[in-house]
């Protein structure tokens, strides 16, 4: 069975710092897919990043970069220099190779002060 | 805006009655997912159609059903609605069954309220 965890139910920084979102998951798989997903407070699910088993390159993407470390089962998310504007709930979601079906996490609130 | 549409936004409706959730995927895409999110259950995977066929089911109840028009869009019944029903309901569509990434678009949601 898969199961995906986000250990941070919440977090809350002030503006400018950094954060860094914990996921961490589980499958028998040797091939899956990993997902970042932002759910703002309008309530939406907005698709962020993809990754798969076999690229465990870095990526960055402005302010967001991604850490893919199969060895401990964990994709990071870090966001650089904080905005009000990324205060969300972010979900950390799985699918295995077989299977269409996402299995997430229990998502971090993140909350920007300013 | 991810291109998939969900109505009605909101829908309050009383125990015991049953009521459809309506999803049009996005152009071109095949596959139709429904999500629950609650606060008990977090994010739930329910069902999935391609293409008018059910494909998978995940935790949905024998009180819910779904399917899948020629025309694509998708709806989701549920019916003798209970308080633990409340929740926002997702669909999501991809552009196929099965493909490298697959990445699934959601839609707005759909916030059932039973009192």
């Known amino acids: 069975a898969q199961k995906v965890t986000q250990a941070q139910t919440e977090i809350s920084v002030v503006e400018k710092e950094d954060v860094t979102l914990d996921c961490v998951y589980e499958t028998r798989d040797t091939t899956y897919y990993l997902f970042w997903y932002k759910q703002p407070p309008s309530g939406e699910l907005v698709f962020l990043i993809r990754r798969n088993s076999f690229d465990e390159q870095n990526e960055i993407s402005g302010r967001y970069s991604w850490n893919f470390q199969k060895s401990t089962s964990s994709f990071n998310f870090t966001i650089t220099a904080s905005q009000v504007v990324d205060s969300a709930v972010y979900f950390c979601?799985?699918?295995?190779?077989?299977?269409?079906?996402?299995?997430f996490g229990g998502g971090t609130r993140l909350m920007v002060k300013p | 805006d991810s291109g998939v549409t969900q109505t009605p936004k909101h829908l309050i409706t009383a125990t015991g009655q049953r009521v459809t959730l309506r999803c049009s995927p996005r152009s071109g895409d095949l596959s139709v997912y429904w999500y629950q999110q609650s606060l008990d259950q977090g994010l739930q995977f329910l069902i999935q159609?391609?293409?008018?066929?059910?494909?998978a089911k995940g935790n949905i109840l024998e009180r819910f059903s779904a399917q899948q028009f020629p025309d694509l869009h998708s709806e989701l019944n549920l019916s003798s609605l209970e308080l633990g029903d409340s929740a926002l309901y997702f669909c999501a569509s991809s552009v196929v069954d099965r493909s490298s990434y697959n990445e699934q678009f959601f839609g707005p949601g759909t916030r059932l309220t039973v009192l």
């Open positions: 159609y391609y293409n008018g066929e059910e494909r």
């Open positions: 979601a799985l699918r295995d190779n077989a299977g269409n079906m996402l299995t």
